[in-house]
């Protein structure tokens, strides 16, 4: 009995152990696909320190947003553009973020997932489906 006990609690040890490397895995894939999509859509603004412009682009790195949990505002940002010249963490920002609707869900997941994991940020991932139905409740 107690054999058979063992054997299960070693079975879902290691289950639980690969299931949590594939994730591992399927994120890094993510994250490396991101930093593409990062360098050819946005870093001539948000710069590759993700410092951004001062009073001109935003910066991403140790921002408020960009590290928080409301994923469906960063997701609306990039489908619409941003232009809201709104304070963003105590500052303004002149220059318009122009929409980058032709990217797909994946490409949007991805970007999001580098940007929240680069440079000093430390927030999850975000995945395609988060991108899916955030986008299909957009006007
Ligand atoms: C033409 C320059 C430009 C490009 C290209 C650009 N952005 Fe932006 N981004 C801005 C500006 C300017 C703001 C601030 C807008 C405002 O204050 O109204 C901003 C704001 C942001 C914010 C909000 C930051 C915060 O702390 O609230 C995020 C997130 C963001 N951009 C991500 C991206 C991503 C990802 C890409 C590439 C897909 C990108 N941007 C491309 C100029 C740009």
Not at 1 to 8: N, P
Not at 57 to 74: I, W
Not at 87 to 116: C, H, W
Request: glycine share 6%; aromatic share 8%.
């Amino acid at each position: 009995m107690q054999r058979i006990y063992l054997t299960f609690v070693v079975l879902f040890l290691f289950i639980a152990g690969v299931s949590a490397q594939t994730n591992n895995k399927l994120v890094a894939a993510s994250f490396a696909r991101g930093k593409t999509v990062y360098l050819q859509r946005c870093m001539v603004c948000h710069q590759a320190d993700g410092g951004g412009v001062p009073k001109l682009n935003a910066p991403l790195d140790a921002s408020t947003a960009v590290n928080g949990s409301d994923v469906a505002k960063l997701i609306k940002y990039i489908v619409k553009g941003f232009a809201d010249r709104v304070e963003i963490d105590g500052e303004l920002y002149s220059n318009v973020m122009p929409a980058a609707a032709d990217l797909k869900d994946e490409q949007i997941a991805d970007v999001l997932t580098f940007i929240r994991s680069h440079w000093s940020n430390k927030a999850g991932p975000v995945t395609k489906l988060q991108v899916k139905q955030t986008r299909s409740k957009l006007k």
